[in-house]
């Protein structure tokens, strides 16, 4: 599925049944997509070019052989900024999933925390190597067996870059305004809200809240609440919901409104990523 109207962009998706872990194989020259954030972890490999990519404020860039590490909530752009553009390969690995899988492999695990990457970016070869193997066997449809031992490699390797230790970082959740604006947003989610009924829900003005919001969590109100709605949408997506069902339940117009913001984020339709993911009857 390319992204806008570029013939030369491609997108190929798929979902491993067992783990839900959903892979991604794309190609993009300039633009691949706007900023957006997950709820899985994301690991991938750039297999050729540069990939040029924000996360919050950094930029980075990654070239081929260089392991690409994300954590849930981070929010990340995607351009190809060299003639012809970029291909990568990348697993979206369920935090509940990874939580428990890398929990075996640590003599301890805490009860209260989750893994979390000491970089976005890293050139050790044997987590690229073990990333694009885990990678072959899932989006391949390797039998089962061949998926959990690659599996098994991957979460071994990444041990070395991953702990229990959260990394020091901002604290988006301390400023009050900002938080209860955050907290508004989810509330309400589905929901046709105004700049000023989030003014008025926190208790001051539409261009206070704006800025207090954006500094805290890096994207205005209404991109943040595109986000939420898109998240929700792929879990309904992945159940099997049509894109016109899913539109109307999370507070997009229609399946054209969903569609637009969807192809934005993960350049590539609603339907199509429905036909990748639903799970069988």
Known sequence: MPHADRADNWVRFA?????????IHAHF??????????????????????????VGRVRH?????????????EIHDGNGPAPGGFTY????????????????????????YEPRFGATLSDD???????AGAFAALHGGEMRMVRQTALDHLLQRLTRHADWRARPRPDTSSAPLARRARDYLHDHQAEDIGMDDLAAAVGTDRFRVSRAFKAAH?????AYL????????????????????AAATVGFADQSHLGRWFR??????????????????
């Open 61 to 73: 860039e990654s070239v081929p052989g260089r392991a690409i590490l994300l954590e849930p909530g």
């Open 89 to 112: 390969r990348l697993l979206y690995l369920d935090p509940a999933w990874l939580r428990e899988a890398l929990g075996g492999l640590f003599e301890e695990r805490p009860d209260h």
């Open 125 to 131: 070869q044997t987590v690229a190597r073990a990333i």
């Open 264 to 281: 934005r984020a993960y350049a590539m339709t609603p339907a199509y990523y429905r036909r990748r993911t639903k799970l069988p009857d």
């Open 15 to 23: 979902r491993d049944r067992d783990t839900g872990i959903e892979t």
């Open 29 to 54: 020259e300039g633009h691949a997509y706007d900023p957006h954030w997950h709820d899985t972890y994301a690991v991938g490999v750039t297999e050729q070019g540069v990939q040029r990519f924000h």
């Open 218 to 222: 890096g994207l205005p109100p209404h």
């Open 226 to 245: 595109v986000q939420l709605r898109l998240l929700r949408a792929r879990r309904l997506l992945a159940g099997g919901v049509s894109p016109a069902d």
